[in-house]
């Protein structure tokens, strides 16, 4: 018998709520990677203790790839540095979000015309939020970090589905920049 | 107990007494530097470790493009008699073909230093059985990276693809500049500081 007070939802709908109550809980609960690949990690020790707490936004540090939501890319990136980068994203589960921290990871920053780093992050992985400076200021980060959940809740964060969609064209410019993202060393093989 | 002007005396007497220095130079109690001839530099490393010198902090190298030479500079450590000692010697620049004996015999841990040279400078060390393997960096493509002539520019140019500013980032929509405001702001702020006063 059908109901007369509740018209039934189609399964698509079923999931779009899931997906909302999934990610009211997720933004308010958020587990970051961090990846201190630069300078501007020094902006997360007081960003995570008492001057700023960020425990208060519901975020902490998390130890493994596979149980974290968000990545911190904390600065410059070198050729060396990004293969493992691109192993840690590939690892994480989705849904996951990246935060690029200061201008070395927006066009490379000092280290523009340098050898050995990349310029431009999301080139290579999807990017959600950018916190620019160099290094930025401890309330910038704070406030990327709110943004990104706002651009969780508003459904905006959508790096991890630009990722598998235009999957191609990533894999395409990390072999242009990288040659090879397999890493082949010898102390891990 | 030695205070440390006696290790420099020692060490000055030491070296000076048995190698053909072509320069000695005392930077500091804790520092001095000798520059040697490459044929002296496997010998003198040899005195030094057996004195004590038993720590090689570090091996690098140095471009000197004008001059066509190398420089080698070799840091070791002693516990004991707290002075760094730099062992410096010259060798010909040949892009293809400069080498240097390898000093694993003297010291093992060189092995390490010596591959990272080869790669950023390509000097080959016979005598290591893997100074041309990478280390540092990862399937690189083109000449070694610290050399004078490497252009890091054009490589990166190159290699990685720059972010483009299209204009409207600089003065978007024809907005005014806020700097005058923005000063005025801080220049309140600053009063108010020193409690409004002047
Ligand atoms: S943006 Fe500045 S502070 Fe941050 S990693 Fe780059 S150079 Fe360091």
Redesign the pocket.
């Given at each position: 018998m059908k109901s007369t007070k509740f018209s039934p939802m189609t399964q698509e709908q079923i999931d779009k709520k899931w997906w909302e109550i999934g990610n009211y809980f997720r933004r308010n609960s958020l587990w970051m990677l961090m990846y201190c690949t630069?300078?501007?990690a020094i902006e997360l020790p007081p960003a995570m203790t008492s001057a700023y707490d960020m425990e208060r936004l519901g975020m902490g540090p998390m130890a493994t790839p596979r149980q974290a939501d968000v990545l911190l890319v904390?600065?410059?990136l070198s050729l060396k540095t990004l293969r493992r980068l691109i192993y840690t994203y590939e690892q994480m589960s989705e849904p996951k979000y990246v935060v690029g921290?200061?201008?070395?990871t927006i066009n490379g920053?000092?280290?523009h015309d340098s050898h050995a780093v990349i310029n431009k992050l999301d080139q290579y992985i999807p990017v959600d939020v950018y916190v620019a400076?160099?290094?930025p200021n401890t309330e910038a980060v704070m406030n990327g970090f709110t943004d990104l959940m706002g651009m969780i809740k508003n459904k905006t964060a959508r790096g991890w589905l630009d990722y598998k969609e235009r999957n191609d064209w990533y894999k395409k410019n990390q072999l242009d920049s990288l040659g090879e993202v397999l890493v082949h060393d010898e102390f891990h093989e | 107990m030695m205070n440390s002007m006696n290790n420099v005396e020692f060490l000055n007497e030491l070296v000076n007494s048995k190698f053909n220095v072509v320069k000695t130079e005392i930077i500091n109690a804790e520092q001095m530097s000798f520059i040697v001839d490459s044929r002296d530099v496997h010998t003198l490393l040899t005195l030094l470790k057996t004195s004590g010198w038993k720590q090689l902090s570090y091996l690098s190298a140095i471009d000197w493009i004008k001059e066509d030479e190398f420089e080698l500079v070799y840091i070791v450590f002693n516990w004991d008699r707290p002075v760094h000692i730099q062992v410096r010697t010259r060798i010909k620049r040949d892009r293809e073909n400069a080498s240097f004996e390898t000093i694993i015999p003297i010291y093992p841990g060189a092995k390490y230093y010596e591959r990272e040279v080869h790669e950023f400078f390509g000097i080959k060390f016979p005598g290591n059985p893997d100074f041309h393997k990478q280390l540092i960096l990862e399937n690189w493509d083109d000449m070694p990276p610290l050399l004078k002539d490497f252009d890091p520019r054009a490589y990166s140019d190159s290699h990685f693809e720059k972010r483009d500013y299209p204009e409207k980032h600089i003065n978007l929509n024809n907005q005014e500049s806020k700097q005058e405001k923005r000063q005025k702001r801080n220049l309140k702020s600053l009063l108010l500081r020193n409690g409004g006063k002047k």
């Open positions: 630069g300078c501007c904390t600065g410059y921290f200061g201008s070395c920053g000092i280290y400076g160099c290094m | -």
